[in-house]
């Protein structure tokens, strides 16, 4: 699976979008981009996946760039409780994968009021 | 109640006890995963399962064993404890098909003195 760059944190004031950054530059053409958050003390929660279409869902939205070497996850208004470690994961998703994830450090998201 | 739930959610237990912990889920998912999380380590793979009586090793097998007699379940068993492995412990399951995303359980915070 390839591997992904994000920065190590990042602030947002209440209400604005949050930006999320990932670079996959090695990613392959099977393969897939998965963000997941994990809240403090919680487990990690899936977010949104996609191949080479941006992607929205009632979480975010996901912009993938043309030649797929990185994309953004996007908070549209971002509140105090999307404060949480932001994971971009690269995959290949496949019937016979097992679908194990490679976690990185993520990016920890601070929204402040 | 659907979903996924992780027993005991904490613990303390001495080093050389034999400890288990458990995971259900409702969904009767194909595949399911336990990973480790600790401190400048992020989450890691410990073990995982295709199916029922179907297991596989992750990146850090050692010191454990797991099961999977029934689908819905998959325990993860410390033979005998040790201080190293005090961590948050996180258990999760997805579908059979490609895409499908894992869901986590809420975790199970053991600590080994």
């Known amino acids: 699976d390839a591997k992904t760059t994000q920065p190590p944190s990042m602030d947002c004031a209440e209400g604005r979008a949050a930006n999320l950054p990932c670079n996959h530059s090695?990613?392959?053409?099977?393969?897939?981009v998965y963000w997941y958050r994990q809240i403090h003390s919680q487990g990690p929660q899936y977010i949104i996946h996609?191949?080479?279409n941006n992607e929205t869902n009632e979480m975010a939205s996901l912009i993938i760039t043309e030649d797929r070497k990185s994309s953004t996850l996007i908070l549209p208004h971002a509140t105090l409780r999307d404060t949480a470690v932001y994971y971009c994961?690269?995959?290949?998703?496949?019937?016979?994968?097992?679908?194990?994830?490679?976690f990185g450090q993520g990016t920890t998201l601070q929204v402040k009021p | 109640d659907a979903g996924i739930t992780q027993s005991p959610r904490y613990k303390i237990t001495e080093t050389g006890r034999q400890v288990t912990l458990m995971c259900h889920q409702t969904?009767?998912?194909?595949?399911m995963f336990w990973y480790r999380q600790d401190l400048g380590h992020g989450l890691r793979l410990i073990y995982y399962?295709?199916?029922?009586?179907?297991?596989d090793k992750g990146e850090v097998p050692d010191g454990y064993v797991v099961s999977r007699s029934k689908t819905e379940n998959f325990p993860l068993t410390l033979e005998s404890a040790t201080r190293s492995q005090t961590s948050v412990y996180f258990c999760?399951?997805?579908?059979?098909?490609?895409?499908?995303?894992?869901?986590f359980g809420p975790g199970t915070r053991l600590l080994v003195l």
């Open positions: 999760a399951s997805r579908g059979g098909t490609s895409q499908e995303t894992q869901y």
């Open positions: 090695t990613i392959s053409g099977n393969e897939y």
């Open positions: 996609g191949l080479k």
């Open positions: 994961i690269v995959r290949v998703a496949s019937s016979s994968n097992t679908g194990k994830l490679i």
């Open positions: 969904w009767s998912h194909s595949y």
């Open positions: 399962s295709a199916a029922a009586d179907i297991t």
